[in-house]
Nanobody, 126 residues
Framework: QVQLVESGGGSVQAGGSLRLSCAAS????????MGWFRQAPGKEREGVAA????????HYADSVKGRFTISRDNAKNTLYLQMNSLKPEDTAMYYC???????????????????WGQGTQVTVSS
């Protein structure tokens, strides 16, 4: 069982930055692949970024490439999402997720992930 707790959300103007964190309670955190997802009102949950357990390779949605960076600190059991050049369309609830899979074939797909946090709200105003 893995528990995930997100933090770092808030309100920011367009062009600003935020850093999200996700603290995980897992003895073998380093063996989980991790992802960030978001869901805006009336829309489906979508994958934003993911990082593999094995080689820590990262994967991004086209909409955030070059602006967002996912990273992990296995010593602290923590996942991060650095978000720069934020846009109003980035406004959403952001969720952290974990999967037992070492390298999920579809790292940005919701169905790949077993464990989810409660989410943290990000609001970007124009």
């Amino acid at each position: 069982q893995v528990q995930l707790v997100e933090s770092g959300g808030g309100s920011v103007q367009a062009g600003g930055s935020l850093r999200l964190s996700c603290a995980a309670s897992a003895y073998t955190y380093s063996s989980y692949s991790m992802g960030w997802f978001r869901q805006a009102p009336g829309k489906e949950r979508e994958g934003v970024a993911a990082i593999y357990a094995g080689d820590s390779s990262s994967h991004y949605a086209d909409s955030v490439k070059g602006r967002f960076t996912i990273s992990r600190d296995n010593a602290k059991n923590t996942l991060y999402l650095q978000m720069n050049s934020l846009k109003p369309e980035d406004t959403a609830m952001y969720y952290c997720a974990a999967t037992n899979s070492w390298s999920p074939p579809a790292p940005l797909a919701v169905y790949e992930y077993n464990y989810w946090g409660q989410g943290t709200q990000v609001t970007v105003s124009s």
